[in-house]
């Protein structure tokens, strides 16, 4: 067993220990997500459930964990496809279970077709089963196909589980802070996807089709070493930008026109996610540029207010008033600015929250508020930072204003004693951009 995968032993050691502190031991059952047809005999890229990577880093379909915390010890288990010399010349290699016992660092490790047969027995006498419920439907049943088989076991001495608890609640708090093997995969990905939005700008000019700057995108990630991105792409020019999550990347670009980039590729299981917006043009029109100026002040608060102990939803509220204030000096809302973040004139423009967890999926597991109080910031976690202002062209916009739509986003680790950027290297003032984008 490699360093690498101690850390995932380590994560399954924690979640025995929740297990017995929540109901004095158990059985816990995670399952990888299922292979998805996308047409015909066609599958899309597997991708591993994330709380199956997270336990696990076992990166093949068909694998189940069991984690057994008992009187007479603990057992890390998994199930996952055997050897088979015809299906790997097809389909690539396989671990099968004695490789994959051995370099994941499980305790015992069976044929996938086992698991129904064993998991009765597992499921036997423990008092609570931990699992994902309603995390996948044919999951569910399954489940439901174990108890009962348990239950049918009465008159032989074995009592079923009584509780049945959604083991991502302890997994949640887990993930929501990031350990030293996260950051550094997110550290990647951020430096992959801060490449692939300075390569846009140098290479966006006016009359390309906004999937031709895509395409620069996906040659920088894939150059990098990600397999995936993180989320569907928006390059989204002109009008499109007021468009919070345009998909359709199929614009040609005016000469005038701002690009609003909003992409990150997934380097080994880990989200990056990145804005800019920049003129395609090269140089910002003086109307863009004062908008732009707006979001950049307002980002630049957002960053300056996470550091650790303070509420989660405090640098969305920096963010309201920043991008507020800017929109009364510009003449696009009415002030003061009290007046108007009681009124909540600002939404028109700015109508989305500053930024969410991140992490091994893009809008990371996590709470954001318990019981009513936001969620304190602790070193470790990571989240985005995403202020914008959108303006739609209408009758009481001013023409120079109409259809600039900006967001700026990094990605923020909060440290011991404030927070790192992880993506302060991609270009963001004005000259920076002016910069990148010089043709």
């Known amino acids: 067993m490699n360093h690498a995968h101690h850390v995932y032993r380590d994560r399954r050691a924690a979640v025995l220990a929740t297990?017995?502190?929540?109901?004095?031991g158990g059985l816990a059952i995670v399952p990888t997500a299922p292979e998805v047809i996308r047409n015909r005999d066609s599958h899309y890229p597997f991708r591993s459930d994330s709380?199956?990577?997270?336990?696990?880093?076992?990166?093949?379909?068909?694998?189940?964990?069991?984690?057994?915390?008992?009187?007479?010890?603990?057992?890390?288990?998994?199930?996952?496809?055997?050897?088979?010399?015809?299906?790997?010349?097809w389909d690539g290699f396989r671990h099968g279970p004695a490789a994959a016992r051995e370099i994941f660092g499980f305790d015992e490790a069976y044929p996938i077709a086992?698991?129904?047969?064993?998991?009765?027995?597992?499921?036997?006498?423990?008092?609570?089963?931990?699992?994902?419920?309603?995390?996948?439907?044919?999951?569910?049943?399954?489940?439901?196909?174990?108890?009962?088989?348990?239950r049918a076991r009465v008159r032989?001495?074995?009592?079923?589980?009584?509780?049945?608890?959604?083991?991502?609640?302890?997994?949640?708090?887990?993930r929501l802070v990031k350990d030293e093997h996260e950051l550094a995969l997110m550290r990647r990905a951020a430096a992959i996807s801060g490449a692939a939005h300075a390569r846009a700008m140098a290479r966006a000019r006016p009359g390309w089709y906004e999937y031709q700057v895509e395409g620069e995108l996906m040659h920088e990630?894939?150059?990098?070493?990600?397999?995936?991105?993180?989320?569907?792409?928006i390059v989204a020019s002109g009008p499109n930008a007021c468009v919070l999550h345009y998909r359709d990347n199929d614009r040609r670009m005016a000469d005038g026109d701002l690009l609003l980039i909003d992409a990150g590729c997934e380097y080994r299981g880990y989200a990056s996610d990145i804005t800019r917006t920049f003129p395609v043009n090269g140089r910002?029109?003086?109307?863009?540029?004062?908008?732009?100026?707006?979001?950049?002040?307002?980002?630049q608060a957002c960053l300056a207010a996470v550091r650790p102990g303070v509420a989660f939803h405090d640098y969305h509220k920096v963010a309201?008033?920043?991008?507020?204030?800017?929109?009364?000096?510009?003449?696009?809302?009415?002030?003061?600015?009290?007046?108007?973040?009681?009124?909540?004139?600002?939404?028109?423009?700015?109508?989305?929250?500053?930024?969410?967890?991140?992490?091994?999926?893009?809008?990371?597991?996590?709470?954001?508020?318990?019981?009513?109080?936001?969620?304190?910031?602790?070193?470790?976690?990571?989240?985005?930072?995403?202020?914008?202002?959108?303006?739609?062209?209408?009758?009481?916009?001013?023409?120079?204003?109409?259809?600039?739509?900006?967001?700026?986003?990094?990605?923020?680790?909060?440290?011991?004693?404030?927070?790192?950027?992880?993506?302060?290297?991609?270009?963001?003032?004005v000259a920076e951009v002016e910069a990148a984008c010089a043709h």
Not at 19 to 24: F, N, P, T, V, W
Not at 284 to 297: C, D, G, I, R
Request: aromatic residues 8%.
């Open 19 to 24: 297990m017995r502190d929540h109901a004095g």
């Open 51 to 89: 709380y199956f990577h997270y336990l696990s880093g076992f990166p093949e379909p068909e694998a189940v964990i069991a984690l057994v915390a008992a009187d007479d010890g603990d057992r890390h288990v998994l199930f996952c496809r055997e050897k088979n010399e015809e299906r790997e010349i």
């Open 114 to 150: 086992e698991l129904e047969a064993r998991l009765a027995d597992l499921a036997s006498d423990r008092p609570a089963l931990f699992t994902p419920v309603g995390l996948f439907e044919h999951w569910d049943r399954k489940i439901a196909g174990v108890l009962n088989e348990v």
């Open 156 to 174: 032989t001495g074995v009592a079923a589980p009584e509780q049945i608890v959604d083991v991502r609640g302890a997994l949640d708090a887990m």
């Open 221 to 233: 990630f894939l150059h990098g070493g990600a397999q995936a991105v993180a989320y569907g792409s």
């Open 284 to 299: 910002f029109t003086p109307a863009q540029k004062a908008v732009y100026e707006v979001v950049l002040e307002a980002q």
């Open 320 to 429: 309201e008033r920043v991008i507020a204030q800017g929109l009364i000096d510009l003449g696009l809302i009415e002030g003061p600015l009290d007046a108007a973040l009681e009124s909540q004139s600002y939404k028109r423009f700015y109508m989305h929250r500053a930024g969410h967890w991140l992490g091994m999926d893009v809008h990371d597991a996590g709470l954001y508020q318990v019981k009513g109080e936001s969620v304190v910031l602790r070193p470790g976690m990571v989240l985005t930072v995403e202020p914008g202002c959108y303006i739609r062209a209408a009758d009481d916009v001013p023409e120079e204003f109409r259809d600039i739509g900006v967001r700026i986003e990094d990605d923020v680790l909060v440290t011991a004693d404030g927070h790192e950027n992880l993506t302060a290297a991609t270009p963001k003032t």
